[in-house]
């Protein structure tokens, strides 16, 4: 018997074992079942209520609008227009907070939400009513109509050429109103801020620095690397002053209370921790997120941690009772970054699923969804003065209005992945990417005064040129990084510049932005 074994060859062996195998699996189960029209007609429904609830009220845009007109109804752009003198009145849906004209101040009721066109008489009443200036603002900042949203799908949020503006408001309504050429508006002068240069370059971590702190009383500053560790470093010297052990994998956030003796962390171990300062140990774990905790931040005014996780939730937690208050759930994806403030919405949550969600802290629910970003967002800033906040993505870094997350600019140029962003009351943005730059901002303006990419440290592959975090310090004097070369960069003001020997080159940015 073993003889005739040894006589065949691997091959046939090996075929003959394929064979078998075959044999088992021969049955086609991988095939797709038989589509079944019910149960067909029920998901579309389901996914309909689901997914597009939000949207269903809106009319279809009917194309056959255009054909009816007649001559000279059409603009350069496609924008169907209704003069006063046509013979029919021609009934057109428009939903949103204006009906058609555009015109402020017109809250949407029962009333507001179906309109026919306006008369004569009322669209110059409604012209007369607005200084012409307002008008012209509203002309390219209102949100775009049904009609304009269907044709400029795609488009940057600012869908109208910025060449043109609606004229039938400033014109009083008259019976030959059309769009008519208006001169660009011209971006205003940035405000001047003085270059940062790179000062001190602290080095201790032995893996990434992923995350950074500065306590409130300015003395030392925290941060937390993928070597487990957590790092406490005098800020003034930049000496290491403690080492904090514990978590079992990369930490990935560190915040110091400002009420209480408290440092908390958290990591990629599903782990969040807080520590005791007078004895440097762990006295609470907030058990509950099922995989990496990506971030976390403190409520500034009732004693409430806010973490976000790969588990696609945000949870808050109670500091004292370490009761977990409410379970935020809603992001289809991993929730990256998590940010506070005493004012409504009390939360913002920046996720990998591309939206941004702003929380009511009370009811546990989602008040606003932005939609705006095509890609991740991974990092969120909130103005420490106006009530304003900016997201960092790859495809740009945009900047909202609270309460209810309306859209002001884009910052485009920093063509990279933006991990983290900071801001001080002198309307300085820094954004800090995967790639190692680091861009500086007017806050107001969108202005890219300055970008930064400081060498690795010695020892270190270029690749490993990388942001993770970055802070501005109590006095906003500092700015420190954590970077992928494991190490923490200090950056401060150049004192010595001044206008005349770095001026704003800013007029190209002008015809710049002009394109979008």
Not at 5 to 30: C, G
Not at 128 to 154: K, M
Not at 310 to 318: G, K, L, Q
């Amino acid at each position: 018997m073993a003889e005739e074994v040894q006589k065949h060859s691997v091959h046939t062996l090996v075929f003959r074992s394929l064979k078998r195998t075959h044999d088992m699996f021969v049955a086609d189960n991988a095939k797709p079942i038989p589509l079944d029209e019910e149960s067909h007609k029920v998901k579309m429904a389901v996914k309909l209520r689901t997914e597009y609830g939000s949207v269903l009220h809106m009319p279809t845009l009917k194309e056959n609008l255009r054909e009816k007109g007649g001559p000279n109804t059409g603009d350069p752009y496609g924008h169907k227009q209704y003069s006063g003198n046509q013979g029919q009145e021609v009934e057109y849906m428009v939903t949103g907070t204006h009906p058609y004209p555009s015109g402020p101040g017109v809250a949407l009721t029962a009333d507001t939400k179906v309109q026919r066109m306006p008369s004569e008489s009322a669209a110059q009443s409604l012209a007369v009513a607005l200084p012409a200036s307002q008008s012209r603002l509203d002309a390219n900042r209102t949100a775009a109509g049904v009609g304009d949203i269907y044709r400029h799908a795609g488009m940057s949020e600012r869908s109208q050429p910025p060449g043109m503006a609606v004229a039938m408001v400033e014109a009083g309504g008259n019976k030959n109103s059309a769009l008519m050429p208006k001169k660009a508006p011209t971006m205003p002068k940035p405000q001047w801020h003085p270059p940062w240069k790179l000062y001190r370059v602290i080095s201790g971590h032995l893996g990434w620095v992923r995350c950074i702190a500065v306590e409130p009383g300015n003395q030392w500053f925290v941060t937390g690397s993928a070597d487990r560790t957590i790092k406490i470093w005098d800020l003034a010297s930049g000496k290491l002053k403690l080492s904090l052990t514990g978590h079992i994998s990369t930490v990935r956030g560190v915040i110091v209370s400002a009420r209480s003796p408290y440092l908390f962390s958290c990591g990629e171990d599903k782990q969040v921790k807080c520590w005791d300062l007078e004895y440097n140990k762990v006295i609470r774990h907030y058990h509950g997120h099922l995989s990496a905790v990506y971030g976390l931040d403190l409520h500034p005014t009732i004693d409430v941690l806010v973490t976000c996780s790969r588990d696609s939730t945000a949870r808050i937690w109670d500091v004292r009772t370490k009761a977990s208050v409410h379970t935020l759930s809603g992001h289809t994806n991993a929730v990256a970054t998590v940010k506070c403030q005493a004012a409504e919405p009390q939360i913002i949550t920046g996720s990998h699923d591309t939206t941004i969600r702003l929380w009511d802290l009370v009811a546990g629910k989602t008040r606003v969804t932005l939609t705006n970003h095509k890609k991740s967002v991974r990092a969120v800033v909130l103005h420490p003065r106006h009530y304003t906040f900016a997201s960092g993505s790859p495809d740009n870094i945009k900047q909202w209005k609270f309460p209810d997350g309306n859209f002001i600019q884009n910052l485009s140029g920093h063509n990279a992945i933006i991990n983290t962003l900071a801001v001080n009351s002198d309307g300085v943005l820094v954004s800090g990417a995967d790639n190692g730059t680091m861009h500086l901002w007017d806050w107001r303006t969108g202005y890219n005064f300055q970008r930064v990419h400081a060498a690795v440290q010695p020892g270190s592959l270029d690749s490993e040129s990388g942001i993770f975090a970055c802070v501005f310090d109590q006095s906003e004097s500092r700015l420190l990084t954590a970077e992928a070369d494991k190490t923490i960069k200090v950056y401060k003001e150049d004192d010595t510049a001044t206008e005349e020997t770095h001026p704003v080159s800013w007029k190209p940015e002008i015809i710049k932005r002009k394109r979008f």
